[in-house]
């Protein structure tokens, strides 16, 4: 049995099963953390005498408190460099969607792995939808808690400041068409008001039917 001393030893996998059990409605759910973040199966946790669990506890007591939120640039995973893209700027329609969809589960904690793939690459590659299953497996199974979770709350929250950017541009654009539309219907009509056989607002017309298409 090897107990964990901190977020730095407990991975992605250990974290969504520890997650589970914290939802769930289990009576014995504390004992069941303890089984999940030290890895142990259900016989070697029964297994166990008072005076071991007591200790257990007093070793994980740390687990209460989550990772505090410090962002890393760049990592190392099993021989392998990561960098880590922090700037909303860089970031494609591609990665928007697809953290959007990986959000859409109420528990993005049980898509950590994926939702870390829209902003972490292998040194010298960029974001590949081709690579996802793969690096989805790779943080999962090795990737630790306190480099995964702070990013997680961090892209979270920067998708919910894209959004509001991008509701906010969407409804910016459709006042100014909007505008548009409007100085093209004045037009239209002074053109009428002055040529009653309706013959030369033919143009504006067209203009107007067009920008009205666009909206």
Request: net charge neutral; proline share 3%.
């Amino acid at each position: 049995m090897k107990i964990p001393k901190n977020w730095n030893e407990v991975t992605i996998k250990q974290f969504k099963k520890l997650d589970a059990i914290q939802r769930g409605d289990s009576e014995e759910k504390n004992i069941e953390l303890l089984g999940a973040l030290c890895n142990m199966n259900e016989k070697e946790l029964y297994d166990l005498d008072m005076s071991q669990l007591t200790e257990l506890n007093t070793k994980t007591s740390w687990a209460i408190h989550l990772p505090p939120t410090k962002l890393i640039e760049k990592f190392t995973l099993n021989g392998r460099q990561f960098r880590v893209e922090h700037r909303a700027n860089k970031i494609s329609v591609g990665q928007y969607i697809d953290l959007k969809n990986y959000l859409k589960n109420a528990n993005s904690n049980q898509n950590m792995d994926k939702i870390l793939t829209c902003f972490i690459f292998e040194d010298g590659k960029d974001y590949d939808t081709n690579n996802i299953e793969e690096l989805s497996e790779l943080f999962n199974d090795y990737l630790t808690i306190d480099i995964a979770y702070p990013l997680v709350v961090f892209f979270c929250n920067l998708l919910v400041q894209l959004t509001e950017t991008i509701q906010h541009y969407m409804e910016k654009k459709v006042q100014q068409q909007m505008k548009i539309v409007m100085r093209e219907k004045e037009k239209v009509e002074k053109l009428l008001a002055k040529d009653g056989d309706g013959s030369r607002p033919l143009k504006p017309l067209q203009k107007l039917r067009k920008l009205i298409s666009m909206k």
